[in-house]
């Protein structure tokens, strides 16, 4: 019997860590970066760990997570799946830990009904509690949104755990190693994210109502030495750090901002799932006693046992108050107030509703089991609410038409444009030289003014993805003789994410070609490589016809071997949108005609010519300004 327990409490473990891994993986890589997950990626931009370090310590957050993702980067590359990946895996094991939780509570709840060491005699509850508490772990929507982000927030919330685990394990079995494990691991935490003292509070509040004696001294040592090894870490970097809190989006220390997050923890089965949760907090078992027993043996038991439920429940409600409460309370002098900051909470709550769940059996288990689990496969209450702007989209757009030499600028505020620097980095050809205009204003702003003209002046082409009050991009654009020459706008919940390009034109009069119909060719650029022209046209006053643009390419027998037709810039500016004078890039890579395969070696002429397509289907050729139905920009030798 007990290895049949055994085999299919494997089984169902191993279906448990199978659903918090496909919860996890799938679609991990489908969105662009959050902000916060480009400031991840800017320290790993660095050209070394000394750089790094000055990046971090003026950021908001201790240093471990970047160190140990730069590490891991190292290893597996910088794709977002891997980047993202470093998240999963600490997710995952938090879901073990969290079953162990489970385990050590249980195993105090039940201790004065048994020897602690007899495996026959472990209850319904035991076996099944910690199970179901690693499932709730698995289905938490809050740690699969957060186990998909290239942040320290899984990291945080694993040494949560274990540094609860280690905790616990000290309680129940008074063995000083597990004292030692508590403290190197909430060192973790507190190196990984400064909210995790939260947990080591909901911790000392127990250790003050209920620890007495030797073991309340061995624990106020632990929380001394935790404390000495993180004060001059917080007197001489996170005082200086306070400055940098605070990006705009933390929300109001209000009940209603509380009842708003509901979802994050509790899904829109909140009703169901916070009922489990608040009868998780009690135990309904009636424990019976040896006829043997004494009388004063059979009153210590009963008292010890009500008290070690008592105190196993206060310890979880403290895990979930704590933190919130004492989020709340900071946030009323410093901005911090975000949903992902009181993701330690996460096992707190899966071990809730699991322990009220045990309170049922057979079918009706079964049932309640089964609608949680359906739904929460089935249903991510936090994804649907959690839209973020597609910078990917704004790169792949770029990285269409950038050429090696070109230059990449970025510029979000007041949060960051580190996310949109990782796209230009991943997606743009090599030799683009790409900067954030944010960072150098804040790393280096005593060079910026200078700097910023200077670095325009050796790049005649410039893509400028804009997302912020701040002109001062467009200010040195214009100082330094660049014209926009196009521009895409992205919309995002109604806010408009602009992509810019500007370019250094040569003068009017050194104009390539012009055209009887008021157009004039500004500039040509040929890539013979790539069988690819860049053209810049103009037209004087304006136009209600759209004319079609033909870049041909002629052996040297006259004869067409390429072609591209198109309304400008891939169809998305015909000439009739033009305003006067309006400068508008025109990229075209010519197809070979019809018939031919390849391109023999030798000499081809690059021609750029315009027509009008008539109603009936016929074209009207735009002479050239020399009377020709083509103009010559250039050659291309193969």
């Known amino acids: 019997m007990g290895l049949m327990f055994k085999r299919s409490k494997y089984i ?7 659903i918090a891994f496909v919860g996890r993986v799938i679609h991990i890589a489908d969105e662009s970066l959050l902000v916060d997950e480009g400031f991840s990626y800017w320290t790993l931009r660095q050209p070394d760990i000394t750089r790094a370090w000055e990046i971090i310590i003026n950021d908001v957050h201790p240093p471990i997570y970047f160190f140990t993702l730069r590490a891991w980067a190292a290893f597996t590359g910088l794709s977002e799946f891997a980047l993202r990946y470093f998240s999963v895996i600490p997710s995952l094991l938090s879901v073990a830990v969290v079953y162990q939780i489970a385990n050590e509570l249980e195993q105090l709840r039940q201790a ?40 320290q927030y899984t990291w945080h919330v694993l040494w949560a755990a274990l540094s609860m685990w280690a905790f616990l394990r000290w309680i129940r079995t008074n063995r000083r190693g597990y004292l030692l494990d508590w403290g190197a691991v909430s060192l973790l935490l507190l190196y990984t994210h400064y909210i995790g003292i939260c947990t080591l509070a909901a911790q000392g509040l127990y250790t003050l109502l209920f620890l007495r004696g030797r073991r309340l001294a061995e624990a106020l040592i632990g929380f001394a030495i935790v404390g000495a090894a993180f004060v001059p870490w917080l007197l001489i970097v996170v005082s200086g750090q306070i400055a940098n809190i605070g990006t705009g989006y933390n929300v109001p220390s209000t009940l209603a901002s509380l009842w708003n997050w509901c979802d994050q923890w ?21 424990k019976k006693l040896n006829h043997q027993d004494t009388k004063s043996a059979k009153k210590r038991e009963g008292q010890n046992s009500e008290l070690k439920t008592h105190r196993s429940s206060l310890l979880l409600l403290a895990w979930l108050v704590v933190p919130i409460t004492l989020t709340y309370l900071l ?140 002109m001062s991009g467009f200010d040195a654009l214009a100082q330094t003789g660049h014209v926009q020459t196009a521009h ?21 009069e050194e104009a390539p070609a012009t055209f009887e119909n008021g157009m004039t060719l500004r500039d040509a650029i040929i890539y013979p490589d790539q069988m690819h022209v860049d053209l810049w046209w103009q037209i004087a006053g304006s136009t209600t016809n759209d004319y079609t643009v033909s870049a041909i390419l002629l052996d040297q027998s006259g004869r067409l071997v390429g072609q591209i037709d198109s309304y400008p810039f891939d169809g998305a500016r015909p000439t009739s949108t033009w305003s006067p004078d309006e ?56």
């Open 331 to 470: 946030n009323l002098r410093v901005p911090i107030l975000m949903d992902y900051r009181l993701t330690q909470i996460t096992p707190a709550v899966a071990l809730l509703i699991a322990f009220g769940l045990g309170h049922f059996r057979g079918m009706t288990l079964g049932f309640l089991v089964a609608v949680i689990v359906v739904y929460g496969v089935a249903v991510d209450d936090l994804q649907a609410d959690r839209a973020r702007p597609d910078f990917r989209e704004i790169a792949k757009t770029t990285a269409e038409y950038a050429e090696p030499g070109d230059l990449a600028l970025a510029h979000i505020t007041p949060s960051g444009d580190w996310q949109m620097v990782y796209h230009f980095d991943r997606l743009l050809p090599d030799g683009v030289d790409v900067r954030s205009l944010r960072q150098w204003q804040l790393e280096e702003g005593d060079t910026y003014a200078a700097g910023l003209p200077a670095l325009l002046n050796q790049h005649p082409h410039v893509w400028f993805m804009h997302w912020s009050k701040d």
């Open 266 to 286: 509790f899904t829109q089965q909140w009703a169901l799932l916070i009922g489990l949760a608040l009868i998780g907090l009690f135990t309904f078992q009636s």
């Open 583 to 638: 400068v508008i890039y025109d990229s075209r890579s010519m197809r070979l005609a019809k018939g031919i395969t390849t391109l023999a070696p030798g000499i081809y002429t690059v021609g750029v010519k315009i027509y009008l397509l008539n109603a009936d289907n016929t074209f009207t050729d735009i002479l050239s300004s020399d009377g020709q139905n083509y103009a010559t920009i250039g050659t291309l030798e193969r």
């Open 112 to 151: 004065p009904n048994r020897h602690r060491g007899d495996l026959a005699s472990r209850t319904y509850s035991e076996s099944v509690i910690p199970i179901l508490a690693a499932l709730m772990m698995a289905l938490a929507d809050m740690e699969g949104y957060i186990g998909q982000q290239m942040r």
């Open 12 to 18: 169902l473990l191993t279906l448990i860590f199978m």
């Open 488 to 508: 895409i706008t992205y919309d995002w919940l109604g806010s408009a994410l602009d992509l810019f390009r500007y370019d250094m034109l040569p003068p009017s």
